[in-house]
């Protein structure tokens, strides 16, 4: 009997056992977070996620001698998305596996061989077959500490999985961490402030909910002229950012939305949200209309979501330099100065290695911390062909890992 048999997902029960291995393998984790597994399945219903009109997705379980499952990881390609790379290139995510190699490289064969007949000439993983603020990456630091939502947790061992299969670094992703109790900005940031106070036409606000509409149109601007023009990012349509707007409103607490503008003209943003990873590991994945009401409620009446969420920071490439982010969180340090917010850290994930200006601001002028450390892996399927890592912004490729 062979030790181990790959099987395509397609069955309802198959679904449920690709999002219930996570629960048995971290059984007894105190740092793992089961995300919700609407979550999951989202990336992978074509009403749900738009890479799939012009793209596919499939996903594998891998059963031991026994029948039981050891393993899962799921593959996708978009054909906009792969042309943005020096070659074709699809992904691999969802990946959890048992401490095996031989179970490792079943699942990533079957990765590899199906997007080669796809077209591919490479493949990145882990990562989300979505947007990167989500399952993006593989934890190789931080093991110690609970995972920001939809942010990955791996075993440690799942680097030597990868590694010794032939995947090889791509770039890294720094998640940087603030404490907001005893934590003050630097004397550079006040500087910068004054700076900004002294010259008219720049304006710093949190949102208002009742004008979600416009908060929206603001970001998209921004976005699209801050963002847009990295590697692997498309730019946002209007329809697009108010839906993701409207979908954070139930979770969005005002006074952690920033936007700055100058002469009226919206210039910069900085969106944070309530960590959700402090309150749903006990709803196991489930959401409901229950869970989503008490969800809500403890969101409303307790204080144990006391982290922050930096989602995604950005300054329109014209005001670099200005002290635009200084500004932001000025506005925002003042309100937790006042005690008036339960928040006692900021996390801000997902600040790439090839960014080096937005490391030093981070590290500079919002004052946090390295904190975590996830990769992205490339494996070309060409393996003669010489890698490269992710072009430094503004700079030239990098051979070395």
């Not at 062979?2 to 069955?11: G, N, P, Q, R």
């Not at 002294?198 to 801050?226: C, S, W």
């Not at 309530?274 to 590991?281: M, S, T």
């Not at 307790?302 to 329109?316: E, P």
Request: proline fraction near 4%.
């Amino acid at each position: 009997m062979a030790k181990y048999i790959l099987e395509t997902v397609s069955s309802k029960r198959q679904v449920r056992e690709f999002l219930d291995l996570p629960k048995r393998l971290y059984a007894g984790n105190r740092y793992y977070v089961h995300p919700w597994d609407k979550d999951i399945e989202s990336r992978f219903d074509a009403a749900r996620n738009e890479l799939l009109a012009d793209g596919e997705a499939v996903r594998w379980l891998l059963r031991d001698g026994e029948g039981r499952v050891a393993g899962r990881i799921a593959a996708f390609y978009n054909r906009e998305v792969a042309a943005m790379n020096e070659q074709p290139t699809g992904g691999c995510g969802f990946f959890e596996c048992i401490d095996d190699q031989a179970a490792a490289d079943m699942l990533f064969d079957a990765s590899r061989d199906w997007l080669a007949s796809k077209g591919m000439e490479a493949m990145d993983g882990p990562i989300n077959f979505g947007e990167r603020d989500q399952w993006w990456g593989l934890l190789i630091e931080g093991f110690e500490f609970q995972p920001l939502y939809a942010n990955p947790y791996n075993f440690h061992y799942y680097k030597k999985l990868f590694e010794n299969y032939g995947f090889r670094n791509y770039f890294y992703q720094h998640t940087y961490i603030r404490n907001l109790v005893s934590g003050e900005l630097g004397s550079a940031v006040y500087e910068r402030v004054k700076r900004l106070r002294e010259t008219p036409g720049y304006r710093f606000t949190h949102i208002d909910k009742k004008n979600l509409d416009q908060a929206a149109d603001d970001f998209r601007l921004v976005y699209n002229k801050a963002w847009a023009h990295f590697p692997g990012v498309k730019p946002m349509e209007r329809e697009k950012t108010q839906k993701m707007l409207r979908e954070m409103r139930p979770i969005m607490d005002e006074k952690l939305i920033y936007f700055a503008y100058f002469n009226d003209e919206p210039i910069g943003f900085f969106i944070m949200v309530p960590d959700l990873n402090r309150l749903i590991g006990r709803f196991r994945g489930r959401m409901n209309w229950f869970n989503g009401l008490r969800l809500l409620s403890m969101l409303k009446f307790t204080r144990k979501a006391d982290r922050v969420f930096g989602v995604i920071f950005g300054v329109v490439p014209e005001f670099h330099g200005k002290g635009i982010e200084s500004g932001m969180m000025y506005e925002f340090e003042k309100l937790i100065g006042s005690g008036n917010l339960k928040y006692k850290t900021l996390e801000l994930a997902w600040v790439g290695d090839f960014n080096p200006v937005m490391m030093r601001m981070v590290e500079n002028y919002v004052c946090a911390k390295k904190h975590k450390l996830h990769a992205t892996y490339r494996y070309l399927f060409d393996r003669e062909k010489p890698f490269t890592r992710c072009p430094r912004l503004g700079g030239a490729r990098r051979n070395t890992d």
